[in-house]
Each structure stands twice: as structure tokens, then as C-alpha cells.
């Protein structure tokens, strides 16, 4: 009897320890799987101040043919806010990583900084120096793969927007993988999963979508058709509101000179037109086989067409 019951209660304890060690094992697997899933990084978010030139008027351009910045409301470049979102995603699904904004341009382009801290960022920098003053693509590229290097050399993932709605060129991102060395993937609709490793991007393309995956550290560039920033948090708001954004000189991140601003420009805009369509300008047509046909003489007439 009394050996039965031991072999009985020897059972019992093997099995509790078993399904301890069950148990044990299982979340030391989750553990190390949620380690492995979950990695730490650093992004970079570049972030552009621009003039609204969704809504130009007549003063829009001053007579020397340059943007009339005065005239124009000033806001967060509109991909850079999707670009902002996808960084802000990756952050939550991968807890300790971090968001850091960087711009460049005058003192006020440091309200962008701000703006991404309300949204979710961590915080950021303002490049600023009368030296990066009319800088090309070329030059604006420079200063911040230069920036990057010296506030995040061990940086994961730099992620723009496609393009800014001033310069309209959508050098700036590839330019400063190029300078940095790093892949890049542009036109980038959604990121699809990132493991600290490897990233896999579903990019827009024309006539379709393509699912590319490569090797971090790289460049992305997002879409304006991306998801949608999300909006400003009001208790981060009252928290960061009186943060002061730390500037960055040609001088802190060791730039050279000859490759900034003007200096590093090789390319000058020359004149910039402002065409604002006037009301007597515009017509109205039906859609009727007589309209379309008189328009498209119209315009071969011209020799807008054929
Ligand atoms: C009407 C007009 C035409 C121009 N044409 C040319 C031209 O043909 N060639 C040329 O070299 N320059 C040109 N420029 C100058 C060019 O706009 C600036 O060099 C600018 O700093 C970078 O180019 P972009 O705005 O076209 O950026 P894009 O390449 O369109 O920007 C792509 C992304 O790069 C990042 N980025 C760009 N600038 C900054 C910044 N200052 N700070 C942080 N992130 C940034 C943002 O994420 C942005 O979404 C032009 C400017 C104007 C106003």
C-alpha cells in the first residue's frame, strides 16, 4: 500500500515538474522568439519645413522668380508625415527603438521637430547654418547623411518622404543612401515586417505593387499614398511644447564647407514661373462628342498635342 502510493506520488511530481518544465520552456521560447521578433532600433526620420505650395496665389513668387516663403504658410512636407507614420508603426512593434527627426533649414523649420514629438517621436535635430544656406539636392544630401553620421552612426533605418512639395525632385533620399552607403528602397507604400535585420517593404509602382525585402542598415522613401500620419497627442503636446530642439552647425558635424549650401551646388534654379489658372482662363464642357472633339482640335491647333 505504502509503496503504491509512493510510486503514485513519484508519478504525480514527475508529471507537475514535466509540465513545469513544459511551461518553463514555453516561455522561454516565447522570450527569446519575442527578442528575436522585437529589436531595438534606431530610426532616422528626415523632415522637410516647406512653403504650402498646394495653395499659391498671385504673391506666391517674388519678381526675382524665387519662392515668396512669407507668402506662404509654412508646414511639415505632407510625405514626411507618412513617412513619420511608418517610422512611429515600427516603433511600437519593436519596443526601446527609437524616432529621431532631423531637418534642415532655418530656425523656425525646428517646428517640424516638435510637430513629430506630438505625433510619437522621441526627438530630433535642426541643421542650421547660414554655410547650408541655397544648398542643391546634392548639397541638402550631403549635410544630412553628414549629420547622420557624426548623431547616428549605428543607424538602422532612415526614412523620408518620397518627395518635398517645394523642389519636387525626389533626389534627397536616394542621394543620402548613396552617401551613406546604404540600400535603399523607394517609393514605399507599407512596411510589411522588419526584425532588426531585414526589412520587407510592399513599394507603389507604376502598374502595380512589388514586395522587396533588404538588408538594414537602408534608406526608404514613402508615398504619399502611405497610411496617414496620426494625429498629435494632446499630453505630448503639453509635455514637449517648451522643448528647446537642438541645432546642429556645418562645424558640429565636421562638414566641409566646399560641399555646402551654394558652395556644393552645382545646380542654380534659374527662374521659377508661377502660372495661376484665372477664371476667363478656364472652360467648361459638357463631355458631349462635339466638346471633346472641338478641344482636342483645339489643342492640336496649338500644338499642345500630335
Ligand atoms: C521650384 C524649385 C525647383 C528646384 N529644382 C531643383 C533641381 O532641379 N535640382 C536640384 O538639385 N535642386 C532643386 N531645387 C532645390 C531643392 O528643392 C533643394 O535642394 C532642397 O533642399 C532638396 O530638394 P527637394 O526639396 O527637391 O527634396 P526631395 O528630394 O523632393 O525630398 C525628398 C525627401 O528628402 C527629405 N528632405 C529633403 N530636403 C530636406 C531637408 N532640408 N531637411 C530634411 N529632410 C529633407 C524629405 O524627407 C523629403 O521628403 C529646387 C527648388 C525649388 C524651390
Redesign the pocket.
Known amino acids: 500500500m505504502f509503496i503504491c502510493l509512493l510510486i503514485a506520488k513519484i508519478r504525480l511530481f514527475i508529471k507537475k515538474t514535466g509540465r513545469k518544465a513544459f511551461k518553463v520552456r514555453k516561455m522561454l521560447y516565447f522570450c527569446t522568439n519575442f527578442i528575436e521578433v522585437c529589436k531595438k532600433m534606431k530610426i532616422v526620420v528626415?523632415?522637410?519645413q516647406v512653403p504650402d505650395t498646394r495653395n499659391v496665389g498671385p504673391d506666391a513668387m517674388t519678381p526675382e522668380g524665387t519662392?515668396n516663403r512669407s507668402a506662404l504658410p509654412a508646414i511639415f512636407?505632407p510625405?514626411?508625415l507618412n513617412?513619420l507614420e511608418q517610422a512611429l508603426r515600427l516603433k511600437e512593434q519593436n519596443p526601446g527603438t527609437t524616432v529621431t527627426v532631423?531637418?534642415?533649414?532655418p530656425d523656425r523649420a525646428a517646428e517640424v521637430v516638435k510637430e513629430a514629438m506630438y505625433r510619437g517621436a522621441d526627438g530630433g535635430y535642426l541643421l542650421t547654418d547660414r554655410a547650408f544656406a541655397g544648398?542643391?539636392?546634392?548639397?541638402?544630401s550631403y549635410a544630412?547623411s553628414t549629420a547622420i553620421r557624426h548623431f547616428a552612426p549605428d543607424v538602422d533605418l532612415i526614412i523620408?518622404?518620397?518627395?518635398?512639395i517645394?523642389?519636387?525632385?525626389?533626389?534627397?533620399?536616394p542621394q543620402v543612401a548613396e552617401k551613406l552607403e546604404l540600400n535603399q528602397i523607394t517609393y514605399t507604400e507599407e512596411v510589411l515586417a522588419c526584425d532588426g535585420k531585414t526589412i520587407c517593404v510592399v513599394r507603389h509602382i507604376d502598374g502595380g505593387v512589388e514586395t522587396v525585402e533588404t538588408a538594414l542598415p537602408c534608406v526608404l522613401?514613402v508615398n504619399g499614398s502611405a497610411a496617414a500620419c496620426r494625429p498629435r497627442n494632446a499630453k505630448r503636446v503639453m509635455a514637449y511644447k517648451k522643448t528647446e530642439v537642438p541645432k546642429l552647425t556645418c562645424a558640429d558635424v565636421n562638414a566641409d564647407l566646399s560641399q555646402c549650401g551654394l558652395a556644393g551646388?552645382p545646380?542654380k534654379?534659374k527662374n521659377?514661373e508661377n502660372i495661376v489658372f484665372k477664371a476667363k482662363e478656364s472652360k467648361s464642357l459638357t463631355g458631349s462628342d462635339e466638346d471633346i472633339n472641338g478641344l482636342i482640335q483645339e489643342l492640336m491647333e496649338s500644338h499642345t498635342i500630335g
Open positions: 528626415l523632415a522637410k519662392v512636407n510625405e514626411d513617412a532631423l531637418t534642415m533649414g544648398a542643391d539636392t546634392l548639397a541638402t544630412l523620408g518622404g518620397r518627395q518635398a517645394d523642389g519636387d525632385t525626389a533626389q534627397v533620399g522613401t551646388s545646380t534654379v521659377v
